[in-house]
């Protein structure tokens, strides 16, 4: 279980930013291997509850084996898309006092070459955050047609080369099929060159990944349950590690804390109200982080407050 280590990122600073109370609801929408659920726990009381969600069934049995028998503690397998229905299983409607979402892959996934996530070890072509649903990358490299690929690398990976790879892999999936992460990789280098510090494939295989996972999808949906199941004053925070999924948190963030266009003559009602208060600006690892940790290097925090009355809430 414990084969492949996570350092949580911005550890100190999320745990801080969610404000906790040793009596309060708390929600780490991305369990990983525990790091920020493990800090939250520190700090709660008998009375405190800490419930947690995770795609990835590894990370599920992680929190169990750890604390399954803590009755602070809560963890069920699915995704924070589904925020809403899982909190009303778990009877906590609009009474979380703070959200954690720590976006993107973990270590164990990424170290892991049987979860397909990463080029540096050969691995199989999957990269599904829940192996045992969905389509694997290989299948969607299988089957998906050439134009839709070259929009899936240049929309989510963000690859000015995305028509001619694109075009490499449907010619050489007539040829063979791509199943390993290493076939992939080569075929890009190869139709490509290498130009940049950065391997060739990276942003191929980030795409890739977003797409099978649909982790944009997911994280709107699960943005906008996350502002309705806060309490008044409860603290979202959410840490991105790429410029898709953080611009995705910003936009949400600034435009629930815009107040509603109130039209002449016509009562205010509670819905034109703004529903967050930013707090502070985007927080970045510091350097000393970044040196023994290098994957915290892409980070960015951005926390928010639920605003409001309790009648006010959606």
Known sequence: MNEYQHQAVLLEEAVSSLRVRGDGNYL????????????????????????????????????????????????????????????????????LDGILLDLGVSSPQLDDPERGFSFRNGGPLDMRMDPTTGVSAAEWLAETPEREMSRVFWEFGEERHARRIARSIVNA??????????????????????????????R??????????????????????????LR???????????????????????????????????????DWSPRLKLIGKAIRPSEQEISANPRARSAIMRVAEKIGSATQQE
């Open 232 to 270: 008044p004053g409860g603290r979202l925070v959410a840490i991105s590690f790429h410029s898709l999924e953080d611009r995705l948190v910003k936009r949400t963030f600034r435009e629930a804390a815009r107040p509603g266009r109130v039209r002449r003559n016509i009562p205010a009602h509670p």
């Open 28 to 95: 780490d929408a991305t369990f990983g291997r525990g790091g920020h659920s493990r800090a939250i726990m520190a700090r709660l009381t008998e009375q405190g509850r800490l419930y947690t969600l995770d795609k990835d069934p590894q990370a599920v049995a992680a929190g169990l084996e750890e604390w399954g028998d803590d009755p602070r503690f809560s963890i069920v397998q699915g995704s924070f898309a589904e925020m809403d229905r899982m909190v009303r299983e778990w009877q906590i409607e609009r009474n």
């Open 173 to 202: 999936r007539q040829q063979q099929p791509l199943e390993t992460t290493t076939q992939l990789a080569e075929l890009i280098e190869s139709t490509i060159g290498k130009h940049e510090k950065k391997h060739p494939a990276t």
């Open 204 to 229: 191929c295989f980030q795409a890739i990944r977003i797409v099978v996972n649909d982790e944009l999808g997911d994280l709107a949906s699960g943005l906008d349950a996350a502002i309705r199941q």
